[in-house]
């Protein structure tokens, strides 16, 4: 994957499954236990889940720089994967994703948004707190390959 030294501007649009390449880089650098691609296939054909990706476009082509896939059941959203290519991380990429989708379901009259995540993950906490989500609950032991414990962080959409 390229690297761009600065990104101007980023937009946000609907995942393709042309996209995965790009997300499967990012996924497997991202987590522990990555989502496999056949689970991001499965998800792109959910009629409940949302897939979106931040985009650059560059020299060499448009590149994603991250992605957040969320469902909305009854009202509520859950922000179920969100990551971010780590050559491009601290640079406000998540946090256009958060604001994206803050508004896309506000406009789609969604109640409240939660996640889990894990309990030593102190960058995804930060950018939760920095966007008014507050912990509603422990799920223990959550995370199988780590035995780590998930918070559940929530906040209403408004
Ligand atoms: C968590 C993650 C998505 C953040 O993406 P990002 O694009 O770097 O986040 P942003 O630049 O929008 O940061 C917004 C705020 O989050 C907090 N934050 C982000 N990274 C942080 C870090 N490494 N340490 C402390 N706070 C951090 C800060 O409050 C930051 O605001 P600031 O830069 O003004 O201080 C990214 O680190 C990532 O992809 N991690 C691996 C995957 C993951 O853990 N996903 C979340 C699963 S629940």
């Given amino acids: 994957m390229n690297s761009l030294a600065k990104i101007d501007e980023i937009f946000i649009r609907p995942m393709h499954q042309e996209d995965l390449h790009d997300v499967m880089l990012i996924e497997n650098a ?8 056949n689970l991001f296939i499965r998800e792109l054909g959910n009629p409940i889940s949302d897939l979106f990706v931040a985009m650059s476009s560059g020299r060499a082509g448009d590149l994603v720089l991250g992605y957040i ?12 994967n969100v990551a971010v290519h ?40 930060e950018l939760y707190k920095k966007f008014q989500f507050h912990p509603v609950g422990l799920r223990h032991r959550y995370y199988s390959d780590t035995e780590e414990d998930a918070i559940v962080m929530q906040r209403p959409i408004v």
């Fill in 30 to 37: 991202s987590f522990p236990s990555p989502w496999p691609r």
């Fill in 69 to 80: 896939v969320c469902w909305l059941v009854a009202g509520d959203v859950h922000i179920h």
């Fill in 86 to 125: 780590p050559h491009f991380r601290r640079g406000g990429i998540a946090s256009a994703l958060l604001e994206y989708v803050l508004s896309y379901y506000q406009q789609r009259g969604a109640q409240t948004i939660y996640l889990e995540v894990r309990e030593q993950n102190r960058p995804a906490q």
